[in-house]
């Protein structure tokens, strides 16, 4: 079985400038790696696809195919040439395959906030994605655009919340820790913000340390559903961090992701410092 998580974080990203010649690789290696028609039958001239899309001067991936939209690849035809004079109908399957090429960039564009390098894309990631993820429903959405959907929880996010931090215990004291983290607990389960506290890593349940992944050695990052509503549900939660963590170290860890306004770094040093805390001061008791 894939590991998709990690699939996704060893994805190749694109440079700011991504020379012609590349983006026609891009083109050409995902359709022979995703769609099933190699480069050779573009040469030869004679597969309707890769016609249609010489006529409609389609030459690279992010610099013409992704500028399409679905009903201008479903309707795709090749019209006829000196060399071929009847061209065959294009396959339904490799036009729906063409659609889901498009809109698996632009879903994982969106999830790494960066184009991909579709020249390197894993056959693997694309087969989980038309299978698992892909909804025929699903319009193509640029990745730098926001989806329906986020904007609605967006709103439905600033109308139900209210930054308050009043809500939220404050940590004065270490010895109040217990209390306060599980205080903590409560009232962000009840604003439907637990994804605020989550490890920012992949972690190894037995020790709750962050665990790279057995393949690459890589740290596995998490990766929010809704990277807009994460961003703006992580800006808000922050203010709270800042004004409820009063202990010198709470202030400490916050300050020193300020900058970041990582919500998930914060609380896993957070309940590191204490469980280690508390771990030292019991093997001094025991000593005793």
């Known amino acids: 079985m894939a590991d998709i998580a990690g699939l ?10 991504v020379m012609p010649s590349a983006d026609t690789q891009m083109l050409e290696r995902g359709m022979a790696n995703l769609v099933g028609i190699c480069s050779a039958e573009r040469l030869a001239g004679n597969k309707s696809l890769w016609m249609a899309f010489d ?17 201008d690849i479903m309707n795709l035809q090749a019209q006829p040439t000196c060399a071929v004079a009847n061209p065959l109908p294009i396959p339904i399957i490799q036009k729906r395959k063409m659609v889901i090429v498009v809109v698996t960039y632009q879903h994982y564009a969106r999830l790494k906030g960066a184009s991909i390098d ?67 607990k409560t009232t ?12 920012p890593f992949a972690t190894d349940p037995d020790t709750g340390e962050f665990a790279p992944d057995p393949v690459t050695g890589r740290l596995i990052p998490y990766i929010p559903d809704d990277p807009g ?3 703006m549900q992580r800006t808000w939660f922050f203010k709270v961090v800042v004004d409820i963590c009063q202990t010198p170290v709470g ?23 204490y469980q280690n805390s508390m771990s030292s001061k019991m093997r001094c008791q025991e000593l005793l």
Request: with cysteine; charged share 25%; aromatic share 10%.
């Open 8 to 17: 996704i974080a060893g994805l190749a990203i694109c440079p700011n400038a």
């Open 55 to 71: 006529q409609m001067g389609v030459q690279g991936f992010l610099g013409d195919l992704i500028t399409l939209t679905e009903d």
């Open 118 to 184: 579709m020249r390197l894309f894993p056959v693997e990631l694309f087969d989980h994605f038309r299978i698992s993820v892909y909804r025929h429903d699903e319009k193509i959405i640029p990745w730098q655009a926001e989806l329906p959907s986020q904007v609605n929880a967006k709103a439905f996010f600033l109308k139900s919340i209210k930054p308050n931090s009043k809500e939220y215990k404050v940590l004065r004291d270490d010895k109040n820790w217990l209390t306060f983290r599980e205080a903590i």
């Open 188 to 199: 962000i389960m009840s604003h439907n913000l637990l994804t605020m506290i989550i490890p």
């Open 229 to 231: 509503l994460d961003e």
């Open 251 to 273: 202030k400490k860890i916050v300050n020193q992701n300020r900058e970041s306004m990582d919500t998930h770094l914060v609380w896993h040093e957070l309940c590191k410092h």
